[in-house]
């Protein structure tokens, strides 16, 4: 589940599809940005950590990092290869239930201006997003996308899209920020 959910967080926070070409992973905010929405607390949401749409991708690392640790100290197991820091690279499904409730609290919310219940103009916020990315060179357009929000949205490239720019996910993380939180 864990690795599950972080590629969808993934997924999600990089407007890319589970049919699309790699897309590189979005910039989380840093501690010193605010964020204009707030995540609505709940049993299920107090106390977790909060990614931001500005966090970079180190800090992302961590939060994900610390709750892989939590799951491993609580009877999770890994597969893959050893990651750069030495740990292992992915937790192994499915993860025991024990795990799972011991560290519900370190699993980290994604950005609140992904959340289309959070995000008023989620809806134009990721029209723009793509826009933006098409204005780039990187042709892409709206899908349905379901995998981490009921009414989520996404984008998926476009068939027989021309060669990706060598700067892609720049582009991509760009255009996130610019479209989520430029306007708000």
């Known amino acids: 589940m864990a690795t599950l959910t972080t590629g969808l967080l993934t997924l999600a926070a990089c407007g890319g599809s589970a049919d699309s070409a790699p897309a590189q992973v979005a910039a989380l905010p840093s501690s010193t940005s605010s964020s204009t ?11 977790r950590p909060q990614e931001r749409l500005d966090d970079t991708p180190q800090q992302h690392e961590a939060l994900i990092h610390a709750w892989d640790v939590c799951l491993l100290a609580n009877g999770a197991t ?4 050893t990651g750069v820091r030495g740990d ?15 560290c519900i609290g370190k699993e980290p919310l994604g950005p609140p201006e992904l959340d289309p219940s959070q995000n008023p103009n989620y809806r134009q916020d990721m029209l723009d997003e793509i826009n933006c990315l098409r204005s780039h060179g990187i042709m892409v357009h709206l899908t349905q996308d379901t995998s981490v929000y009921a009414n989520g949205l996404s984008w998926t490239f ?7 720019p060598a700067n892609q996910g720049q582009i991509e993380d760009t255009c996130q920020q610019s479209a989520f939180a430029g306007k708000k």
């Open 37 to 47: 929405s707030q995540a609505p607390t709940t049993a299920v949401t107090a106390g």
């Open 78 to 81: 890994t597969e893959g290869a």
């Open 88 to 102: 292992k690279t992915s937790i192994k499904e499915p993860i025991p239930k024990q795990a799972i409730d011991a």
């Open 158 to 164: 476009d068939d027989n899209a021309p060669p990706l």
